[in-house]
Nanobody, 118 residues
Framework: VQLQASGGGLAQPGGSLRLSCAVS????????VGWFRQAPGKHRQLVAS???????EYGDSVKGRFIISRDSAENTMALQMNSLKLEDTAVYLC?????????????WGRGTQVTVSS
C-alpha cells in the first residue's frame, strides 16, 4: 500500500493551496483518512480527519480555513487550505486507516512541503 501526496508548494499569506493524496495498492476502502503536519522542532499535529461514517475533525488552528474531502470509491482525499498563515508552514502528511481482518492499519504518505511566506 502506498500513499502519494501532491499539491504542496509556496503560497503567500492569505492565499490558498490544495493538497491531494491517493491510496494505491489496496482494494478496500479506507475507514479513516486525514492529514497531519509537522514543522521543524515541533510535534506532529492533526490537521484534519474524516471517516466512512461522515465524522470529521479539524485541528483548532485550521478550523474555518481548511476543508477535508474524500472520494471513497477512488480512495483519494484532498485538503483545501484557505486563508493561509505563516504558521501553516510545515510538511503535510496524509494517512489512511485500512482494515486488515478485525484491525485497522495506518499507512502514511511521505509528505509534501507547504511554505507560506511573503
Amino acid at each position: 500500500v502506498q500513499l502519494q501526496a501532491s499539491g504542496g508548494g509556496l503560497a503567500q499569506p492569505g492565499g490558498s493551496l490544495r493538497l491531494s493524496c491517493a491510496v494505491s495498492g489496496s482494494t478496500v476502502t479506507a475507514h479513516a483518512v486525514g492529514w497531519f503536519r509537522q514543522a521543524p522542532g515541533k510535534h506532529r499535529q492533526l490537521v484534519a480527519s474524516t471517516n466512512s461514517d461522515g465524522w470529521t475533525e479539524y485541528g483548532d488552528s485550521v478550523k474555518g480555513r481548511f476543508i477535508i474531502s474524500r472520494d471513497s470509491a477512488e480512495n483519494t482525499m484532498a485538503l483545501q487550505m484557505n486563508s493561509l498563515k505563516l504558521e501553516d508552514t510545515a510538511v503535510y502528511l496524509c494517512y489512511a486507516d485500512l482494515p486488515s481482518g478485525a484491525r485497522l492499519i495506518r499507512y502514511w504518505g511521505r509528505g509534501t512541503q507547504v511554505t507560506v511566506s511573503s
